[in-house]
């Protein structure tokens, strides 16, 4: 009931959005390698977590950023990172494979526990982050750079990006994700980011792998 009623309240301020900036053309926000971590602005600090101004966000708590027309990058924000803390595997999908927005794009695996993550854009996979396979720390220590998920031809990003948060949108997104993680774990998250304080690096190490799995899909939206 939660989850359906937090996901009316963001249908609500994206419908309001998308009235006041419909005749805005989304444009790419920055051009680079194909094989390079995407540039980065200095992010906003919302209830604990850094939340970039140039990219959108899904609000299952992934990232898509315009490098051409139709290439999009796609990663985890640190909201996600650091609710998923200690990352032990991650799994992506095989180059030349077509994901849906809102749907699965990625399984993650913390302990033997496996939680899929949903994607923010359609298309093709046109790369995968072979570095993140070798190394899924990458995806927990800098979400927004080295630790990106995947690239993806998508033949029509720019209607798929009017369904993503950006600007005000994505900084209450966060804010409220902020909240409600607070009320589920008040003991641990007391000083979580209290006076501008930056959220800790693994904000669910104690918590018991069930409980953390039902955490994790909840706010993912898996």
């Known amino acids: 009931m939660t989850v359906i009623l937090v996901l009316l309240t963001f249908i609500t301020f994206l ?43 899904h609000p299952g708590h992934t990232w898509a950023l315009n490098e051409s027309p139709s290439l999009v990058r796609i990663g985890m924000d640190d909201f996600a990172s650091k609710l998923i803390g200690k990352l032990e595997n991650i799994t992506l999908p095989q180059r030349g494979q077509w994901i849906r927005q809102g749907q699965k ?4 695996h913390r302990d033997g526990t496996a939680v899929d993550m949903v994607s923010p854009i359609e298309g093709s996979v046109a790369d995968i982050n072979d570095a993140l396979l070798r190394n899924p720390e990458l995806a927990h220590k800098d979400p927004y750079g080295e630790g990106w998920l995947l690239t993806v031809q998508s033949p029509d990003a720019k209607t ?21 993680l607070q009320k589920k774990m008040p003991m641990m998250l007391g000083a979580l980011a209290q006076d501008g304080g930056v959220a ?4 669910t190490a104690h918590m018991p792998n069930q409980d953390w799995a039902a955490m994790a899909k909840e706010f993912f939206l898996s």
């Open 105 to 108: 794009v990625c399984t993650i």
């Open 160 to 180: 798929n990006f009017r369904n993503l948060l950006g600007g005000s949108l994505a900084r209450w997104w966060t804010e409220e994700s902020a909240g409600r």
């Open 15 to 57: 419908l309001i959005d998308h009235f006041y900036s419909r005749n805005r053309v989304v444009q790419p926000t920055v051009q680079v390698a194909k094989s390079a971590a995407p540039a980065r602005l200095a992010p906003s600090l919302i209830g604990g977590f850094h939340v970039p101004e140039n990219l959108r966000y």
């Open 200 to 203: 800790m690096d693994d904000l």
